[in-house]
């Protein structure tokens, strides 16, 4: 006789996190099953190197959703608030911004940057209402629907009608025509068109940049943050958090099945064979991991099955690990500046023609990066004096034409290396390990389908009431017991828990009416 | 590379050499692509070939798929409404697929020739449909139209025709049953099946030997006026066995432009054919809603006062006051067998309930001059035509 | 001296629809023209000897049959031919063909791929829901969805309800459909790269988007929402070339008792104390009106032929960054035979078909590439037509006229003019591509017109020349077209409107941009209302 549970998590991601804790606060009884010896899934802190460790695939906290942090009662210490980006140029003529400020440009530049991080900040705004509840059903006569449909509308309304219009236009578009009609500063464009396409099939000229770039802002007000002890610290907060509300945590217990009997949910079974009974199954995988393979198709109709292997998620981003001994030069940086996010995009045109091969299933040759050096805040992760370097480096596409192999990963690593060095001459005779995760790599450490870390490309025609797929936006998928939580369900990815809350809700809720 | 051009006219079937032989009117028409008669000689002799002797028509065109794989039966169940546990091989089953949404995309029959072997004969081509519904299930779907030559063989004599083409043991073959046979070296697969309601079988088997099953057939038949008929015999026929057609009882879900103009198994009168017991198949959610919440639409059959056939007709619940259509006629006939008018309708529930008056408003034109009739209509539940002999097994010879 | 009732600046197709349905209702218009030719972008043009060329648009679709009828252009002389199917040449010297006989199209795809050929059906069905969405609002004018006007409030209740009509799910779907890439969209159905390829020409043409790029899915709808005779994303053949569209247009104009100016450009739109007062021709002349129309691109109406002065600051920004930019490019050749493809089989109905020499989403998307990058396409994306095996009166007996769109060519080489070489170099690329299919055809030619987006602006006056005076993304569509607040053919100026292709619904040789605009004028002069409501289809 096996136990019963209220609800299994699959998967210890910040959202399967999120999500059990919510249910667990709630009075259930809820066990939480993840594959790696680690919780946290994407945001973790590993080991690399003899005495380096590092944020292995998140890096940065900026969308952790106030409310989630609220509900659980977590108190997570940033080493840094609103950090500073540098966009870096050759010649030492950096640009800095940090939220709704810049630094290094014209006047006439700074003030539009102002009034262009007002206005998208006032967006972001209204989107992260709507980002914290799950999407209300189209054509339905349900009460909380309509409801929500009319809020939306309202508030819509009620940003005037001069900001409504722009909302309307702006939702749409690119991020390239916003920065080239506001700025001329190239690297604040670069930077900027980076901001909005990092994680994404996208370059600055697609269509939906504005899109992406305002969903980067709606958690923390577009203010980046490092949590001390690293990314790994805030899955250890959100476990405890988990712990604390009576949730069983077990690690190193990867899933085999989800278990369905007479057309509905009845358990999962493990890797190594055991069996956990619960009517509700919530998962934090991704869609297509958890319908595909973990439930089977067989156990959904044709339908969905087919939107489900529809959605797009085959991830750009790779990600590059230096141990370093100690800092490096970089012309116009002193000390101090390491501690701040530097990016590799010098306009927006080069962040474009860095996204062309990857239509074409090639890697960038000139790469764009986002750049951070934890250990400059975190003395944990390197030995006293040295350094880790953590990067995201894109475009690296997932289906690569000629596969991801040793040589194709060797070759990506060594044209990321010459694009820093441009950067920072003397990086090479630093640098004491290397670690390259291309997509195909981080699909496997953190099993995450395409190694796409929104668990589903993020475009309009993957958001909100089409999140992941047509029909199936509310969390509950179209067989009985079956729950998404993860970063392929709304609102999307990056380290923000709302998925995992609204999921946790939405459940409760049915459960009540049910 | 040297291309050469796709057939730019209509394709000829296997038999069309007989059938062309044996055509004295010329009409002929395109059905999927292939060129088939209206009618060969005589519309309505061929109609009564189907009612008193055997009549033959090339069912070619119809659009074939062979699914095998560990995970056919296992497929085909999660695919259609009906439960295909129950289809044993050697079976042969009626049956409709429908999308999430439980609309259906298509009916036809499916053949389970061999365990783990399947045959699905339809009227329209589904093949992204099936190939979706494959996700997840090791099973291989193959398109066979033009690789299966098969013929319709209908009628009170047919029993004795096949007998006479040396095809034994199918006096014990029930209706939907299907046996293997030897034709020549070559397999011949024969089923009681049709689209006539009366006794009758189909012939499938591989287009190499199409014109010498032909020709055996109707030597076997040479006694037993057998007749080769065109699409207008059998469509009368269809009609008064009360079977549905694509495009005329229903459109194909997925084919539909406005929404609404769809219909679910229970709109076309197939509720036997879903069954609630089986965990999952395509629609079963939307099928269960529906069940719970009501159907829109009723499919009826309706026997017509007077003699003109109702085509196109609207369908009234009250004959003058308060006249606002209920329905319309999706496919009409006079039935020559039952010497009745009928037709085939679908109305708004809750209309259509056995014995129900409807009126059904009639145009005709004789001599230039249209008239107009509200002709009062009963809705019946049975077929028009459903002889003992369709049953019967073994099949009385002739 | 003589004050007109309303002036409309420039005689393409949709000054001249506007200006017809103004003078219908009564109105003593004038209508002006820079060129010594009327029609703008839809003429027929005699360039060379006996030829005729549909220099700029070349095939019709989109004109609104119930403007067509309203105007009863055919007794003005337009008739319209229907013309069918498409090929696409492949490098390894196959093809591609669509065909009338949709059984025929099926054996054809299925030579490919089954499924595909199966798949097109409901292809065509989701698209076409798409179709009959969009086709209700073509003759309809844009509600502002900031107002709580009733006229405005009344619109977008007809837009959610036939949203809502839809049913939850085809919702979705819609929500989808405008979204997404023409790439992505095509490749939910069909697995042929060359299947996907010809298909997905409709989802750039005119437009400075890749396949690949998001909101291009709604591009193909444009090509497709038009129709001939009832069928709809049928293409056919104006007689004698598009200048038909726009004579038949002018011919019904001046029946109504119009009057037409050619060689009368121009130069400021006049505004006295915020209210129009007229035009100031480039020769000094000044004309009065009470109402001025323009038909001009909304960039050049309001960033040339007016004082920035006279305009509000955050309309003037935005009619700035409007996005009008030049992606297509056009070759009109006179040839002295026809030329022979190899690859098709004699007497191949593909002969009379659109032909593409283009067989890869990645050469589509790669000729994007090369756009963004300032210059024209290596390998470019042609839609080439020989509208003379249908018509037979664009080019001596025996001769032929085609007609070739080139997707991706840029306004501007690198930011600077084109120069003649330039010009040259790019029409050489275009050649040699379909010379590559067609052995003849380099020594049947007699006469080349090359035109850039540049040429389209200096002689037709289109910023950047953009076919569809700006472009179809969805920030410059519906109520965003031309900018938010004035998508409703009023300017901020008092007694002046816009016609032209920049307002909703945007480009094509449609005619509803000048019909919608009339509507309105009619409406603010109280006028009784001579625009035809749309037919509707169920």
Redesign the interface.
């Known amino acids: 006789m096996t136990e019963q549970y209220d609800a299994i998590v699959i998967g210890a991601g910040h959202n399967g996190l999120v999500c059990a804790a919510l249910l667990g606060k709630a009075g259930r009884k809820v066990l939480v099953l993840e594959a790696n010896e680690q919780v946290g899934g994407a945001a973790v802190t590993r080991r690399f190197a003899d005495d380096y460790s590092v944020p292995a695939c998140a890096h940065l906290l900026y969308q952790l959703q106030p409310q989630v942090k609220k509900d659980l009662g977590l108190n997570i210490a940033l080493a840094s608030d609103d950090m500073e980006t540098v966009a870096l140029s050759t010649d030492g003529q950096h640009v800095r911004y940090s939220s709704d400020r810049v630094h290094g440009v014209s006047d006439a530049d700074a003030a539009s940057y102002r009034d262009f991080h007002r206005r998208m900040s006032r967006f972001a705004n209204l989107l992260q209402t709507y980002l914290n509840k799950p999407p209300p059903r189209l054509g339905t006569k349900d009460r909380k629907d309509l409801v929500t449909l009319a809020r939306l509308g309202l508030d819509l309304r009620m940003l005037g009608r001069k900001e409504m219009r722009e909302f309307l236009r702006l939702i749409g578009m690119n991020i390239h025509d916003e920065v080239t009609e506001r700025f001329e500063n190239k690297l604040l464009k670069g930077a900027l068109s980076l901001d909005a396409v990092l994680g994404t099939h996208l370059g600055p000229r697609s269509p939906n940049t504005i899109m992406t770039y305002l969903y980067r802002l709606a958690g923390n007000g577009g203010r980046l943050a490092a949590p001390a002890g690293g990314m790994g610290a805030v899955s250890e907060a959100l476990a405890q958090a988990a712990r604390s509300n009576g949730v069983t945590i077990r690690t190193g217990m990867p899933v085999q099945r989800v278990i369905?009997?007479?057309?509905?949910v009845t358990g999962v079974e493990t890797q190594n064979g055991e069996n956990f009974a619960s009517f509700t199954v919530v998962s934090n995988a991704d869609p297509k991991t958890t319908i595909?393979n973990l439930v089977?198709?067989?156990?959904?109709?044709?339908?969905?099955?087919?939107r489900i292997?529809n959605i797009r998620m085959q991830g750009n981003a790779a990600k590059l690990h230096l141990a370093l001994d100690g800092l490096p030069v970089v012309q116009g940086l002193e000390k101090r500046d390491f501690g701040a996010r530097l990016l590799i995009a010098p306009d927006e045109h080069y962040v474009e023609r860095a996204f062309n091969p990857a239509k074409y299933g090639e890697t960038s040759p000139e790469p764009v990066l986002e750049i951070s050096i934890p250990s400059f805040r975190d003395s944990t992760l390197a030995p006293t004096g040295k350094h880790v370097l953590s990067a995201i480096v894109q475009y690296a596409p997932y289906r690569l034409k000629k596969g991801w192999d040793k040589a194709a990963r060797e070759a990506f690593k060594e044209t990321t290396l010459r694009k820093i060095t441009e950067f920072m001459p003397d990086i090479d005779g630093r640098i004491t390990a290397v670690e390259m995760l291309t997509p195909v790599d981080i699909e496997q450490e953190f099993h995450m389908g395409g190694g796409h870390w929104h668990h589903g490309e993020f475009t309009l025609d993957q958001f909100m009431f089409v999140r992941p797929v047509s029909?199936a936006a509310q969390y509950a998928m179209?067989l009985d017991g079956l729950f998404l939580c993860g970063a392929g369900t709304h609102p999307g990815g990056g380290v923000s828990g709302a998925a995992g809350r609204n999921a946790a809700r939405a459940l409760l809720a049915r459960e009540k009416t049910a | 590379?040297?291309?050469?051009?796709?057939?730019?006219g209509r394709l000829e079937s296997p038999f069309y050499p007989r059938l062309k032989a044996l055509d004295r009117l010329d009409n002929w028409h395109?059905w999927?692509?292939y060129t088939t008669p209206d009618a060969l000689f005589d519309a309505e002799l061929e109609y009564f070939a189907i009612r008193n002797s055997t009549g033959v028509f090339d069912l070619t065109p119809m659009t074939k798929y062979r699914i095998t794989g560990k995970?056919s039966l296992?497929?085909v169940d999660?695919?259609v409404t009906r439960d295909m546990q129950k289809v044993t091989a050697g079976r042969v089953a009626y049956a409709v697929w429908c999308?999430?949404?439980g609309q259906v995309i298509d009916d036809g029959t499916i053949f389970h020739l061999r365990e783990g072997e399947y045959r699905l004969c339809s009227q329209e081509?589904?093949?992204?449909?099936l190939?979706?519904?494959a996700?997840?299930?090791d099973v291989t779907i193959r398109?066979e139209t033009a690789d299966i030559a098969a013929l319709a063989v209908q009628g009170p004599t047919s029993y004795s025709i096949m007998r006479n083409l040396g095809l034994h043991g199918l006096e014990n073959l029930k209706p939907f049953g299907l046996m293997h046979f030897d034709f020549q070296g070559t397999e011949l697969m024969v089923s009681r099946t049709g689209f006539t309601g009366d006794l009758g079988y189909e012939l499938w088997l591989s287009p190499g030997k199409a014109l010498a099953l032909w020709d055996a057939l109707f030597e076997a038949g040479r006694h037993y006026d057998i007749r080769a008929m065109g699409t207008h015999a059998l469509e009368q026929a269809r009609i008064e066995a009360g079977y549905l057609a694509a495009y005329q009882e229903f459109l194909p879900a997925?084919?539909?432009?406005?929404?609404?103009r769809s219909r679910s198994p229970f709109e076309l009168g197939l509720d036997w054919l879903v069954d609630f017991r089986k965990?999952?198949?395509?629609?079963?959610?939307a099928l269960a809603a529906e069940k719970l919440k009501g159907s829109k639409w009723r499919l009826v059959k309706l026997d017509i006062e007077g003699n003109k056939p109702a085509h196109h007709s609207y369908i009234y619940a009250k004959p003058r006051k308060n006249k606002k259509e209920i329905g319309f006629i999706t496919s009409a006939s006079w039935s020559p067998v039952c010497k009745q008018n009928i037709a085939i309708g679908s109305v708004r529930m809750p209309h259509g309930v056995t014995g129900e008056t409807v009126w059904v408003e009639v145009y005709y034109q004789r001599e230039m001059h249209w008239s107009r009739v509200m002709a009062k209509a009963t809705v019946v539940d049975k077929p028009f035509w459903f002889p003992a002999r369709r049953s019967a097994t073994p099949p009385a010879p002739y | 001296m003589k004050t007109y009732d309303a002036i409309v600046v420039g005689a393409g197709h949709n000054g001249l629809t506007n200006a017809a349905f103004l003078a219908k209702a009564g109105l003593n218009v004038l209508c002006v023209e820079k060129n010594d030719y009327i029609g703008g972008a839809a003429v027929s043009r005699n360039l060379h000897k006996d030829w005729i060329y549909s220099n700029c648009s070349y095939v019709c679709s989109l004109l609104r049959p119930e403007i067509f009828r309203a105007l009863e252009l055919h007794r003005h002389g337009l008739q319209v031919t229907p013309y069918g199917g498409s090929v696409t040449f492949m490098q390894?010297?196959?093809?591609f063909g669509s065909?009338w006989?949709s059984?025929?199209s099926?054996?054809?795809k299925a030579?490919f791929s089954?499924?595909d050929?199966?798949?097109y059906?409901?292809y065509s069905?989701d698209t076409?829901?798409q179709c009959?969405f969009i086709r209700d609002f073509l003759l309809r004018t844009p509600p502002d969805p900031t107002s709580f006007k009733p006229a405005d409030i009344r619109e977008l209740l007809l837009l959610g309800r036939k949203f809502m009509?839809?049913?939850e799910?085809?919702m979705y779907e819609t929500i989808r459909f405008w979204t997404m890439s023409v790439a992505e969209y095509l490749g939910e159905?069909f697995e042929t790269d060359v299947i996907k390829t010809a298909l997905s020409g409709s989802g750039i043409i005119g437009t400075a988007l890749g396949v690949h790029s998001p909101g291009t899915a709604y591009v193909l709808l444009h090509h497709y929402m038009g129709d001939v005779d009832g069928n709809v994303g049928t293409w056919g053949y104006a007689r004698g070339g598009m200048g038909g569209v726009s004579k038949s247009i002018a011919g019904a104009f001046q029946a109504y008792g119009g009057e037409l100016r050619t060689d009368a450009g121009v130069d400021k739109i006049v505004v006295k104390n915020g209210k129009v007062k007229g035009v100031a021709l480039t020769t000094g002349e000044e004309i009065d009106a009470r109402v001025v129309v323009s038909n001009m691109d909304v960039k050049r109406t309001f960033l040339q032929c007016m004082d920035e002065s006279d305009l509000d600051p955050e309309f003037y920004r935005r009619v700035r960054n409007f996005k009008s930019r030049g992606s297509s490019g056009k070759l009109n050749i006179a040839l002295n035979g026809l030329p022979t493809f190899p690859?098709?089989?004699k007497g191949?109905?593909l002969m009379h078909s659109d032909m593409h020499f283009i067989d890869s989403m990645e050469r589509m998307e790669r000729a994007y590439d090369d756009w963004k990058a300032g210059t024209w396409s290596k390998d470019p994306y042609v839609d080439m037509l020989i509208p003379t095996l249908v018509d037979p009166t664009m080019a001596p007996p025996g001769k032929h006229f085609m007609s070739c769109f080139i997707q991706y060519c840029p306004p501007q080489i690198n930011g600077r003019r084109w120069t003649d070489a330039e010009r040259d170099a790019f029409g050489k690329t275009v050649i040699d591509q379909i010379a590559n299919y067609s052995p003849d055809f380099k020594s049947l030619i007699e006469h080349v017109e090359i035109r850039t987006p540049q040429d389209i602006e200096d002689q037709i006056g289109i910023t950047e020349g953009n076919i569809f005076h700006g472009e179809l993304t969805m920030d410059q569509l519906l109520f965003n077209r031309p900018v938010p607040g004035y998508a409703q053919y009023r300017s901020p100026v008092g007694g002046l409107y816009m016609c032209g292709s920049s307002t909703h619904p945007g480009g094509g040789v449609m005619a509803a941009p000048g019909a919608n605009a009339a509507r309105e004028i009619l409406f603010d002069l109280k006028r009784h209302n001579t625009v035809p409501e749309n037919f509707g289809d169920?």
């Not at chain 2, 081509?125 to 449909?129: K, T």
């Open positions: 369905v009997d007479n057309g509905r595909l089977g198709a067989r156990h959904v109709e044709t339908g969905f099955a087919r292997s029909g179209p | 590379m040297n291309v050469i051009e796709v057939h730019q395109t999927k692509g995970d296992a497929y999660r695919l999308n999430d949404q081509r589904h093949l992204p449909w190939m979706a519904a996700i997840g299930f398109e997925d084919e539909t432009v406005r929404t609404g965990p999952n198949f395509n629609g079963r959610r | 390894n010297g196959d093809y065909y006989d059984e025929v099926y054996r054809e030579r089954k499924r050929a199966d798949a059906i409901r069905t076409m829901r009959r009509e839809m049913g799910d085809r159905y690859a098709l089989p191949s109905s169920d």
